[in-house]
Protein backbone atom coordinates (compact mmCIF):
# COMPACT_ATOMS: atom_id res chain seq x y z
CA UNK A 1 0.00 0.00 0.00
CA UNK A 2 1.02 3.23 -0.80
CA UNK A 3 1.62 6.10 2.00
CA UNK A 4 -1.32 8.45 0.38
CA UNK A 5 -3.60 4.96 -0.06
CA UNK A 6 -2.45 4.51 3.45
CA UNK A 7 -3.50 7.86 4.61
CA UNK A 8 -6.51 7.89 2.63
CA UNK A 9 -7.70 4.43 4.33
CA UNK A 10 -6.93 5.45 7.89
CA UNK A 11 -8.01 9.08 7.55
CA UNK A 12 -10.88 9.60 5.19
CA UNK A 13 -13.06 6.07 4.63
CA UNK A 14 -14.47 5.76 8.23
CA UNK A 15 -15.09 9.51 8.38
CA UNK A 16 -16.55 8.91 4.33
CA UNK A 17 -18.87 6.15 5.94
CA UNK A 18 -20.65 8.08 8.40
CA UNK A 19 -20.67 11.66 6.56
CA UNK A 20 -22.69 9.65 4.01
CA UNK A 21 -25.01 7.12 6.77
CA UNK A 22 -26.02 10.73 8.33
CA UNK A 23 -26.71 12.45 4.67
CA UNK A 24 -28.29 8.87 3.89
CA UNK A 25 -30.73 8.83 7.20
CA UNK A 26 -31.97 12.09 6.62
CA UNK A 27 -32.48 12.17 2.97
CA UNK A 28 -34.45 8.60 3.35
CA UNK A 29 -38.22 9.74 4.42
CA UNK A 30 -39.92 6.12 4.91
CA UNK A 31 -39.28 2.93 5.93
CA UNK A 32 -38.91 -0.26 4.95
CA UNK A 33 -36.19 -1.85 2.58
CA UNK A 34 -33.19 -0.24 0.82
CA UNK A 35 -31.17 -1.23 -1.85
CA UNK A 36 -27.40 0.58 -1.71
CA UNK A 37 -25.98 0.07 -5.50
CA UNK A 38 -22.26 -0.69 -5.59
CA UNK A 39 -21.92 -1.42 -1.46
CA UNK A 40 -18.11 -2.13 -1.45
CA UNK A 41 -17.65 -3.12 2.12
CA UNK A 42 -21.21 -2.32 3.16
CA UNK A 43 -19.67 -0.09 5.54
CA UNK A 44 -22.09 3.19 4.79
CA UNK A 45 -24.79 0.70 4.49
CA UNK A 46 -24.21 -0.99 7.89
CA UNK A 47 -23.78 2.43 10.01
CA UNK A 48 -27.09 3.47 8.35
CA UNK A 49 -28.99 0.63 9.52
CA UNK A 50 -27.83 1.61 13.44
CA UNK A 51 -29.10 4.85 12.47
CA UNK A 52 -32.10 3.90 11.08
CA UNK A 53 -33.64 0.23 12.21
CA UNK A 54 -36.75 0.93 10.61
CA UNK A 55 -34.63 0.32 7.08
CA UNK A 56 -33.82 -3.33 5.56
CA UNK A 57 -30.38 -2.80 4.42
CA UNK A 58 -29.46 -5.45 1.32
CA UNK A 59 -26.70 -4.66 -1.33
CA UNK A 60 -25.72 -5.50 -4.50
CA UNK A 61 -22.13 -4.77 -6.59
CA UNK A 62 -20.40 -6.63 -9.32
CA UNK A 63 -17.79 -8.17 -7.10
CA UNK A 64 -19.51 -9.24 -3.66
CA UNK A 65 -16.49 -8.85 -1.12
CA UNK A 66 -16.07 -11.83 1.46
CA UNK A 67 -16.36 -9.23 4.20
CA UNK A 68 -19.18 -7.30 3.27
CA UNK A 69 -21.04 -6.23 6.24
CA UNK A 70 -24.87 -6.24 4.59
CA UNK A 71 -26.05 -9.12 2.94
CA UNK A 72 -24.97 -8.17 -0.93
CA UNK A 73 -26.17 -10.00 -4.00
CA UNK A 74 -23.84 -9.95 -7.27
CA UNK A 75 -24.86 -8.54 -10.63
CA UNK A 76 -23.09 -7.67 -13.81
CA UNK A 77 -23.24 -3.57 -13.43
CA UNK A 78 -25.91 -3.34 -16.02
CA UNK A 79 -29.45 -4.53 -14.97
CA UNK A 80 -30.33 -4.80 -11.79
CA UNK A 81 -31.86 -8.62 -10.72
CA UNK A 82 -34.82 -7.31 -8.91
CA UNK A 83 -38.78 -6.74 -9.81
CA UNK A 84 -39.85 -3.70 -10.20
CA UNK A 85 -40.57 -1.14 -7.31
CA UNK A 86 -38.58 -3.52 -5.23
CA UNK A 87 -37.25 -0.68 -2.89
CA UNK A 88 -38.42 2.26 -1.46
CA UNK A 89 -34.90 3.82 -1.64
CA UNK A 90 -32.10 3.16 -4.10
CA UNK A 91 -28.55 4.28 -2.48
CA UNK A 92 -25.92 5.10 -5.30
CA UNK A 93 -22.70 6.57 -3.63
CA UNK A 94 -19.63 7.37 -5.93
CA UNK A 95 -20.86 4.87 -8.16
CA UNK A 96 -22.31 6.48 -11.63
CA UNK A 97 -19.00 7.83 -12.60
CA UNK A 98 -17.40 4.68 -12.53
CA UNK A 99 -19.84 2.95 -14.83
CA UNK A 100 -19.83 1.42 -18.14
CA UNK A 101 -23.29 2.79 -19.17
CA UNK A 102 -24.19 4.78 -16.38
CA UNK A 103 -27.50 5.94 -18.05
CA UNK A 104 -28.94 2.34 -18.49
CA UNK A 105 -27.72 2.09 -14.60
CA UNK A 106 -29.38 4.95 -13.26
CA UNK A 107 -32.94 3.71 -15.34
CA UNK A 108 -32.38 0.33 -13.42
CA UNK A 109 -32.27 1.66 -10.32
CA UNK A 110 -34.93 4.07 -11.19
CA UNK A 111 -36.91 0.73 -11.97
CA UNK A 112 -36.57 -1.08 -8.76
CA UNK A 113 -37.22 2.31 -6.60
CA UNK A 114 -40.68 3.02 -5.79
CA UNK A 115 -39.79 6.33 -3.72
CA UNK A 116 -36.60 7.86 -4.72
CA UNK A 117 -32.81 7.32 -4.98
CA UNK A 118 -30.42 9.34 -3.12
CA UNK A 119 -27.03 9.69 -5.30
CA UNK A 120 -24.25 10.90 -3.64
CA UNK A 121 -21.21 11.50 -6.61
CA UNK A 122 -18.72 14.03 -8.03
CA UNK A 123 -18.91 17.62 -10.03
CA UNK A 124 -16.72 18.54 -13.18
CA UNK A 125 -17.36 21.80 -12.31
CA UNK A 126 -14.40 24.71 -11.96
CA UNK A 127 -10.98 24.41 -12.90
CA UNK A 128 -8.61 21.91 -12.49
CA UNK A 129 -11.39 19.51 -11.18
CA UNK A 130 -11.26 16.24 -13.30
CA UNK A 131 -7.10 15.83 -13.05
CA UNK A 132 -8.24 15.68 -8.89
CA UNK A 133 -10.98 13.44 -9.69
CA UNK A 134 -9.09 11.24 -11.45
CA UNK A 135 -6.13 11.62 -8.47
CA UNK A 136 -8.79 10.99 -5.95
CA UNK A 137 -10.34 8.06 -7.71
CA UNK A 138 -6.84 6.42 -8.17
CA UNK A 139 -6.26 6.65 -4.59
CA UNK A 140 -9.10 5.41 -3.24
CA UNK A 141 -10.09 2.23 -5.84
CA UNK A 142 -6.66 1.31 -8.14
CA UNK A 143 -6.20 -1.34 -5.75
CA UNK A 144 -9.47 -3.04 -5.50
CA UNK A 145 -9.54 -3.20 -9.16
CA UNK A 146 -12.34 -0.83 -9.65
CA UNK A 147 -12.04 0.86 -12.62
CA UNK A 148 -12.57 4.66 -12.87
CA UNK A 149 -13.39 5.65 -16.90
CA UNK A 150 -13.30 9.19 -15.53
CA UNK A 151 -17.38 9.68 -16.39
CA UNK A 152 -17.60 13.15 -14.24
CA UNK A 153 -20.31 15.52 -15.19
CA UNK A 154 -21.28 19.17 -14.32
CA UNK A 155 -23.86 19.87 -12.66
CA UNK A 156 -25.82 20.72 -15.94
CA UNK A 157 -24.99 16.86 -17.07
CA UNK A 158 -25.99 15.60 -14.05
CA UNK A 159 -29.58 17.38 -14.41
CA UNK A 160 -29.61 16.11 -17.80
CA UNK A 161 -29.19 12.86 -16.74
CA UNK A 162 -31.42 12.70 -13.92
CA UNK A 163 -34.34 13.83 -16.86
CA UNK A 164 -33.20 11.37 -18.67
CA UNK A 165 -33.90 8.69 -16.54
CA UNK A 166 -37.16 10.41 -15.07
CA UNK A 167 -35.76 11.63 -12.27
CA UNK A 168 -36.37 15.32 -10.25
CA UNK A 169 -33.70 16.24 -7.69
CA UNK A 170 -35.97 17.43 -4.51
CA UNK A 171 -32.90 17.97 -2.22
CA UNK A 172 -29.36 19.12 -3.71
CA UNK A 173 -26.23 20.07 -1.28
CA UNK A 174 -23.31 20.85 -2.69
CA UNK A 175 -21.60 20.81 0.84
CA UNK A 176 -21.09 16.92 1.79
CA UNK A 177 -18.03 17.30 4.29
CA UNK A 178 -16.45 14.57 3.72
CA UNK A 179 -12.95 15.78 4.42
CA UNK A 180 -11.78 17.53 7.68
CA UNK A 181 -10.44 20.71 7.48
CA UNK A 182 -7.54 21.35 5.59
CA UNK A 183 -7.80 18.23 3.25
CA UNK A 184 -11.16 20.00 2.86
CA UNK A 185 -9.90 23.09 1.17
CA UNK A 186 -8.34 20.65 -2.01
CA UNK A 187 -10.91 17.72 -1.72
CA UNK A 188 -14.64 18.64 -0.91
CA UNK A 189 -14.38 22.58 -2.78
CA UNK A 190 -16.76 22.35 -5.33
CA UNK A 191 -16.67 18.67 -6.38
CA UNK A 192 -19.02 16.53 -4.08
CA UNK A 193 -22.85 16.48 -4.14
CA UNK A 194 -25.74 14.55 -2.28
CA UNK A 195 -28.98 14.75 -3.23
CA UNK A 196 -32.25 12.85 -2.83
CA UNK A 197 -34.61 12.14 -6.25
CA UNK A 198 -37.42 11.23 -7.08
CA UNK A 199 -39.96 10.14 -10.29
CA UNK A 200 -41.21 13.01 -12.18
CA UNK A 201 -45.11 12.87 -12.51
CA UNK A 202 -45.11 10.01 -9.87
CA UNK A 203 -47.47 10.91 -6.93
Given at each position: ?R?VEW??E?????R????L?A??S????????????G????AI??????R????ML??V???????C?????????????????????V?L???????????GL????????????V???????G?????????M?RV??????V???????T??????????A??????????V????????????R?????C?????G??
Open positions: MPLHRFALGRAQVAHARLIETSGPVLDVTGDGAALLQQRPDLSGDTLVRPDAIPATAFDGRTLPFADDSFGTLFDVLHHADDADLAECTRVAREAILKDHLADWGSVTLLRYDGNERHGASPGNYLRAGWEDAFARGLKPVEWSGRGLYPWPASLFFDTMQFVRLEHVRA
